[in-house]
């Protein structure tokens, strides 16, 4: 491959918390001594073990070579490459400037949008297993879930439970709904039929939308992505979209996101809910930065990208089915996270999922708690490493901490 996904990077002491915590023992990675001669290999925290593209970092240091950094106001350049992203990508037509509104994280314009079409104390319509942030984020700021919970079919694929979420849409009187696309921590990639499905129920009650997409650039073993508001007339007008480089290419530390609303009423009313705090403004080299990864390059570096993402995904999928009895999953379709249902292997071996996380944590593979994501006996499991720590990882986990 032309870029580096085999090098294993030392993150120690530059800033990453995916190493940083464990190895300082905080936070849930407190109470475990780990063993001697397992060094810590990342899977909880969703960011990236690769090196990103090299131009973004170009785009930067070309930057900051220039040593002024006074105020400034975003380049067309920026909004034009969102825009042909778009378009190459996701095969979006008719995308323009004015549909395109900075945020600084995904969450933060998520609650923006909540606020401008509810009123605290409102109910919310989310998909559960639920995206820890979304509850964080909604009950933080006076809002109340209501989980319209995802099943696995008779052949172990997330659905949707269009009925039950009718029902709970009348019964709770919602008017807006968030919508994960592809979904996470599942990793389902929605089809346009499923999103058609959701637009007739949420349609036919008035329901407005709040479509999380960051994950949807990454897509795995040939799945494509459909905007959510690609559906129709009414997903168009009556959805908020948020997406970020961040996940793509790991730039989650540099902050910066963005909205797309083509529903003009919509738009300005989230950029002035957005701009109420006055720290809601982008950083000039977080702007770099997202020009750099949507040049030529990165759409290069995103296709060989997802197809070590695929081989990582296949290879676990088939290793944890064929070697951990009772603990299942549904191969994902999208992101670069593993959703495993430990129930079965908990309850036959009277463990608990803390039991399970602490034993892994002593030999150094910190996988997270899923059971924050409102699923018990659930873990999550990050697969963007070098395909070597892979397979460390899964050995690690077969040898010493999954009971036969």
Known sequence: MK???????????????????????????????????????PMWVADMNFPTVPTIQQAMIERINHPAFGYFMPRDEYFDSIIRWHKERNHVEGLTKENIGYENGVLGGVISAVNILCSKGDNILVHSPTYIGFTMVLTNNGYNIVHTPLYKDEEN?????????????????????IICNPHNPCGRVWTKEELA?????????????????IW????????????????????????????????????AGLIGSYHIVYNKWLKDRLDKESSLTHYNAMNVLSMHALIGAYKDEGYEWLDQLKEVLSDNVNYAYDFIMNN?????????????????????????????????????????????????FVQPYTIRMNLALPHARVVEALDRLNKYVIEK
């Not at 959805?239 to 730039?251: D, M």
């Not at 994902?332 to 071996?349: G, I, N, S, V």
């Not at 034993?359 to 996988?367: D, I, N, R, S, T």
Request: glycine share 4%; aromatic share 12%.
């Open 3 to 41: 870029y580096d996904f085999t090098t294993i990077m030392d993150r120690a002491g530059h800033d990453a918390i995916a190493v940083d915590l464990p190895e300082k023992q905080m936070g849930n990675f407190s109470g475990f001594t780990r063993r001697e001669g397992f060094d810590t290999i």
């Open 157 to 177: 694929i997330w659905r949707m439970d269009y009925e039950d979420m009718e029902k709970k849409i009348i019964e709770n009187n919602i008017h807006a709904a």
């Open 197 to 213: 499905k959701c637009m007739e129920i949420f349609e036919k009650h008035q329901v407005y939308v709040i479509s999380d997409e």
């Open 216 to 251: 949807s650039d990454l897509m795995l073993n040939g799945n494509t992505h459909t905007p959510t508001q690609m559906i129709n007339d009414y997903a168009k007008e009556h959805t908020i979209a948020f997406y970020a480089p961040s996940k793509t290419f790991n730039l």
């Open 324 to 372: 951990f009895e009772g603990i299942t999953l549904s191969k994902p379709e999208a992101t670069y996270m593993l959703y495993l249902d430990c129930k079965e292997y908990c309850q036959k071996h009277n463990l608990t999922i803390h039991d399970m996380l602490m034993k892994a944590y002593e030999y150094g593979v910190f996988w997270q708690d899923g059971e924050q």
